[in-house]
């Protein structure tokens, strides 16, 4: 049977996401594991998201860290799981992703691959989205061909919503490509405020946002941003969407309670995810929901309110796990890179045609 590996490290750099599956004609998944990412690499990684004095060095100096980290992590699950590593066909390695800018022609993950085959003993693919990019594609959202191949329903019109630091939709038709897209923040802005003004890391379940009061003042000039306004193919990151753009709406404002603000955020995460899927898949029967985001029981019921029509629901419900799925989706990346399968999406990404996606780093 084979057996492969994926690790995802996303955008919130809350940690490290390891799924074991198998991959025959279906995508099963078998083991897990989850590595809180350490303060100090975390405050490296997030420093590269901005021009810095010596980056390259950092950067180096960062992604060694981030290896050995993954490293640990296969090891202690295939220790858990009996497994050697010769029973590993690849990992798929997302990386760490530190500058995300299609339109200027480049999205920079970094990973130190060589040394992660090194350290484990297996293959590794990574280096996923250059390809994709390099044909013209925004490399980015890469799930919907996973999500299409893991939730696709004959006859439904459903959409799978992942949110970790930026929200991205799958709009699955029966008959039709599929289509995708970034929505803009998840949980990127909550997480960044709540840092600043509570020490935490995450709002959990969304309580404090949800203590608050929207500001329909500060809410309007959010969603002002014309982002909001384009229409797929289409991706973002922290170059747009990062505390200095809050900050620089809130400076345009009267001072706000700090709840309040969480609470404004919260309604544009929901709004525009809500916003984007009326008005690109309309009558959608199901949303599924996975990431970071599906834990957040305030942004869960306002998905819910904002779309009366759709059943929201965690892709738990499902019988996946939300919190394995991006895990599982690049484990599948390496399975389509070995095999030639073109993974991309031109209808998502905007790429001039299909690709095979992936830099391999043998063991």
Known sequence: MPLYLGVMSGTSLDGLDIALIEQQDTTRLLGTRYLPMPEDLRSALLSLCSSGPDELARAAIAEQQWARLAAQGINELLQQHNLAAH??????SHGQTVRHEPARGFTIQIANSALLA?????SVVSDFRRRDVAAGGQGAPLVPAFHQALFASAGSRRAILNIGGFSNLSLLEQDQPVHGFDCGPGNVLLDAWIQR??????DKSGAWAASGHVQPQLLQALLSDPYFQTQGPKSTGRELFNIDWLDHHLHALPPLAAAD????LLELTAISISAALTAAQPNSEALLVCGGGAHNLALMQRLAAL???CQVS???AHGVPADWVEAMAFAWLAHCCLEGIPANRPSVTGAQGLRVLGAIYPA
């Open 261 to 264: 603000v969480q609470a404004s």
């Open 118 to 122: 090194e350290l484990t003993g297996i």
């Open 87 to 92: 029973a590993i066909r690849a990992i798929g």
């Open 314 to 316: 965690s892709t738990d």
């Open 307 to 309: 779309l009366p029509a």
């Open 197 to 202: 003004h509570q020490g935490l890391t995450y």
